[in-house]
């Protein structure tokens, strides 16, 4: 039973969590709360994003057909990294698995999955950067292709 109970709590990880857990491989301890930081936002779309993420990026996304952006930080240290949170339209965990494997291959990223509160698949894509990184706008500039190659 408590194997159980600690699966059932994994899969309802909070976003900062769940890329920290992308990211590392393990959970945070203590563990991230899901108000531990906040940033200046602006609005795309009616959506609040994360004010240094760059625009033309949230655009793209919203762009590709094939997902559903849930939920992105700019992050703000190695305890809360920058990361994307999506999920593919056609729900189905196979292709979610899939996609990971396909982001995966790929330079710069670090990608996993979860099955969400929703009880869908939910995919994280992070990596070791945050806001003030030289290397933030260019990671998040590359993002949607990267995407797209692997869908």
């Not at 602006?42 to 959506?47: C, D, H, M, S, Y």
């Not at 698995?97 to 396909?102: I, S």
């Not at 998040?140 to 797209?148: E, Q």
Request: net charge positive; aromatic share 10%.
């Amino acid at each position: 039973m408590i194997i159980d109970e600690y699966i059932n709590r994994l899969s309802k990880i909070n976003a900062p969590t769940f890329a920290y857990k992308t990211l590392y491989g393990k959970l945070p301890s203590p563990p991230i709360s899901g108000r531990e930081i906040s940033h200046p936002t602006k609005k795309i779309n009616g959506i609040e994003i994360d004010k240094n993420v760059p625009t033309s990026v949230i655009k793209s996304l919203f762009k590709i057909p094939e997902i559903e952006t849930r939920s992105s930080c700019e992050g703000q240290d190695q305890r809360h990294p920058t990361f994307l949170i999506l999920r593919l339209m056609d729900r189905d965990e196979k292709a979610a698995k899939k996609f990971v494997q396909k982001m995966n291959n790929q330079k710069r990223v670090k990608c996993a999955y979860d099955i969400g509160q929703e009880k869908l698949p939910r995919i994280c894509i992070t990596w070791y950067t945050w806001c003030g990184n030289s290397d933030f706008e260019k990671w998040w500039v590359n993002l949607p292709l990267k995407i797209r190659k692997s869908l």
